[in-house]
């Protein structure tokens, strides 16, 4: 690490950490000394603001802001940071531990460009300046030889849902949130891609009435082959709005496929489409690790039950143990308790509490409605619009596509 005046080209500093203390973020010192040697400074947040302001900035490419939990009280000058950093073309990566979604909704809305959890899994963070780096697309006109050599291509956000525990709804959440995301707008409705990774009992087809088709198990079995045509004909469209990739149509091993088959899939999907929704099994396979290190948001579908509560805590233990983003997860409660039910509140509160975990999620119990609209093959939208599930559901859709469409705007 050097201070924050460069003397000339070739000793000039190309990134900057912006922090209340980065001794308090040892991993990030170390990820910045490995990426870019001595050339990179450390500023405390008001320094940042004076710094930007200043001609040695100019040969910044980004810099990190690094906030926990104590930082929550400031964000408006973390957003002022974001804000000033963007109007001098210099990219963010924004790295956070024990910050709220909600904190961490309002910065990346700001405009950062990456987002990495800290403790900082390895090599994370030279993947997001990796990305970063990458050159920007170049404009072409619609209609020109250009744009039908470049196709459709996109950089689609994945969001995963996975249930801790059987019939906690985890197929429901992935199948509405889907249609949800599909129809957000009546303009420009983004395209999504609905995957059902649980091989052996997903009922994604069942939910939308599809039928379950060999070229999904053909695909699967040879994605080292698979190319665009593949792809698309292994999909099948919901209403002309949704294209889904249903479960194989017969029981096969979860070990049919390999993380590099996951890889291929995953980004195919994000190549053509403007989000990934994934329905993972329950169980946790070797391929697990290559969708949560892929996620954008992986949502943990639980209950209010000592079965979830266990799971829960397997599970968190499991990824600690093996040194995976565990912070990447976002707790959803299914089935919670309503406003006026206090007890049922506070035993949320003392379950989140118990298990060192944020329920940053709290979806309303649908009742029968729900499980009507499953057997009928349609989205709750269509067979259950007042159903307070469904509500609630369209509301993260929103959220969800409101944050897309302000980071797209910012890039």
Known sequence: ????????????????????????????????????????????????????????????????????????????????????????????????????????????????????PYPLPEGELQEAIDRMNKPEPVAVAPGSD???????????????????????GSTTMAVNL??????????????????????????????????????????LSDTAAMDDDVFNQALQSYEDKLQVLTAPSDMVPLDLITQED???????????????????PTTLVHWSETVLQAAHVYFALIELDMRSAQNALRLKRALQAEELPFNKLRFALNRAPKFTDL?????????????????????????????????????????AAKNPLRKEIAKLAKSLHSLGSSSAEAA
């Open 1 to 116: 690490m050097t201070s924050a005046t460069p003397q000339n080209e070739e000793t000039a500093i190309l990134a900057c950490t912006i922090s209340r203390d980065v001794q308090n973020f040892d991993l990030l010192i170390e990820d910045m000394e490995g990426a870019l040697g001595e050339r990179w400074g450390d500023l405390g947040f008001a320094e940042a603001l004076t710094f930007f302001n200043q001609p040695e900035a100019n040969s910044l490419q980004f810099v990190a802001l690094a906030i926990d939990g104590e930082d929550e009280d400031n964000l408006s000058l973390m957003g002022e940071i974001i804000t000033q950093a963007k109007d001098k073309k210099i990219k963010i990566v924004l790295i956070a531990e024990d910050v709220t979604p909600a904190s961490l909704h309002q910065l990346l809305r700001k405009g950062a460009d990456e987002f990495v």
């Open 178 to 219: 889907a249609w949800e995301l599909a129809t957000v707008s009546d303009k420009e409705a983004p395209s999504v891609c609905l995957i059902d990774l649980d091989l052996q009992y997903g009922t994604v087809s069942t939910y939308l009435d599809l039928p379950r088709r060999e070229t999904v198990f053909e695909m």
């Open 262 to 280: 996951i890889e291929r899939v995953i980004e195919k999907a994000r190549k053509h489409f403007d989000y990934v929704i994934v329905d993972m």
């Open 146 to 168: 250009a744009a039908r050599a470049a196709g459709d291509s996109k950089e689609g956000a994945l969001f995963v849902i996975q249930g801790l525990a059987g019939g906690v």
């Open 343 to 383: 007890n049922g509140k506070g035993r949320v509160k003392r379950m989140g509490e118990s298990l060192g975990i944020s329920i940053d999620l709290q979806l309303p119990d649908g009742g029968k409605p729900v499980m009507q609209s499953g057997d009928h093959g349609l989205p709750l939208a269509n067979a």
